[in-house]
Nanobody, 121 residues
Framework: QVHLVESGGGLVQPGGSLRLSCSAS????????MGWYRQAPGKQRELVAA???????NYANSVKGRFTISRDNAKNTMYLQMNSLKPEDTDVYYC???????????????WGQGTQVTVSS
């Protein structure tokens, strides 16, 4: 059984910062690409940022220069540092990870439960 748990969401004023964390636990052999997604009510879930096992990163254009994704492979944890937050960043943020639970098995996608980020004055 694998679990992803997000933390760090909350209410922040425009221009402020938040740091999200996502920790993976359970039976894990390897964690490949990890990513943060966000979704507003009635809209499709969209990729915010992704990071490979080797540390290569990819960002949505809307967050480039403001958000930084990172990971600590020893702790099975991923982070999203969000700076210069805007009201349009308000969403539920979800953690995603491609996880292999045993050697020579097919990796599967796992999702966290989501954490609310609200940017408002």
């Amino acid at each position: 059984q694998v679990h992803l748990v997000e933390s760090g969401g909350g209410l922040v004023q425009p221009g402020g910062s938040l740091r999200l964390s996502c920790s993976a636990s359970g039976t894990i052999s390897n964690i490949y690409t990890m990513g943060w997604y966000r979704q507003a009510p009635g809209k499709q879930r969209e990729l915010v940022a992704a990071i490979t096992m080797g540390g290569s990163t990819n960002y949505a254009n809307s967050v480039k220069g403001r958000f930084t994704i990172s990971r600590d492979n020893a702790k099975n944890t991923m982070y999203l540092q969000m700076n210069s937050l805007k009201p349009e960043d308000t969403d539920v943020y979800y953690c995603n990870a491609e996880i292999q639970i045993a050697p020579r098995t097919v990796p599967y996608d796992y999702w966290g439960q989501g954490t609310q980020v609200t940017v408002s004055s």
